[in-house]
């Protein structure tokens, strides 16, 4: 059974930094491409960044290329999401997602596998 745990996130000024996690326990984790995407209060759910179970260059969002790295340990069976440059608008729940084999990664109807969320505020 697949399960995903999340851990970081939290409160930090404009301009910080944060970094969150993501472990995958279930099959093998290399088989999955991890996404990440984050949703605000009253907004959709909005793509952040992925990798695709073969690995390579992550993927992003326009609003955090740049701004944020998404990097994947196999032998940890975790996902991060270094975020830097956090601005207020970066403020929401974040998810970490996963799809076995996935080839499409923005989409959130694409991945079956979702983490708790965790809370991202940034402050002015």
């Known amino acids: 059974q697949e399960q995903l745990v999340q851990s970081g996130g939290g409160l930090v000024q404009a301009g910080g930094s944060l970094r969150l996690s993501c472990t995958y326990s279930?099959?093998?984790?290399?088989?999955?491409?991890m996404g990440w995407f984050r949703q605000a209060p009253g907004k959709a759910r909005e793509f952040v960044a992925a990798?695709?179970?073969?690995?390579?260059?992550?993927y992003y969002g326009d609003s955090v290329k740049g701004r944020f790295t998404i990097s994947r340990d196999n032998a940890k069976s975790t996902v991060y999401l270094q975020m830097n440059g956090l601005t207020p608008e970066d403020t929401a729940v974040y998810y970490c997602?996963?799809?076995?084999?996935?080839?499409?990664?923005?989409?959130?109807?694409?991945?079956?596998?979702w983490g708790q969320g965790t809370q991202v505020t940034v402050s002015s």
């Open positions: 279930g099959r093998t984790f290399d088989y999955y491409t």
């Open positions: 997602a996963a799809d076995r084999y996935g080839l499409a990664y923005t989409d959130p109807r694409d991945y079956p596998y």
């Open positions: 990798v695709k179970y073969s690995g390579g260059s992550g």
